[in-house]
């Protein structure tokens, strides 16, 4: 049995994991994801490589591979079964079956992008997980998660302790000197068109340390 260093990484490890892998598969959010990436890649330009932290069964890389078809993609994901069904969308040799925590970035990508999912991390490791986003990109980080002013908890379907809110993106830029918003913006849920649900999305670029 693997050794998890917190209660949310044995979470979405297990049963709770499996569930979400049918909840969100559709094509609706797959024409809502190709909506939603050209407008937060768009100043991107044509980025040549991009890893997904949480990258789940491929719902988002999917949308950027339509996109950017000569796009290298890389997926990190923790739940065995969503790794197996990342592995069909981008080949297994590109899936890092992983706790985030357990991640050591070897090389960088032009893009790391983290949708979804730091709103699930203990907020106690979040830190680790902003150097490792930090340390994965060459150029940009795109952050997609709920947004809010002050760290708050939420209960997330009856369960505690899984679900928290803060200002992800301003605590990325704060940690880092070399990092300036490029662009953000916020995809309502009752988007008439390609909702979302509730994101608020920040476009993050890497300058080069002088």
Known sequence: MKKFKTPQEVFWEGEFGNDYISRNKSTQLLA?????????????????????F????GM???A???????IKLTGIEINAKAAKELSDTIGKENVIHSSIFDYIPNKTFEVALIKGVLIHINPE???LVYQKLYDATSK???????????????TYRGHDDRLFKRDFAGEILDKFSDLELVDYGFVYKRDRAFPQDDVTWFLIKKNEKV
């Open 54 to 57: 949480g990258a789940n069964i």
């Open 60 to 62: 988002n890389l999917k």
């Open 64 to 70: 950027i591979q339509s996109l950017y078809p000569n």
């Open 125 to 127: 490791m979040l830190h």
């Open 140 to 154: 940009y980080i795109l952050v997609c998660e709920y947004y809010n002013p002050t760290p708050v908890s939420i």
């Open 32 to 52: 809502s994801n190709l909506n939603f990436f050209s407008r937060t890649l768009h100043h991107a330009g044509q980025p040549k490589s991009l890893i997904e």
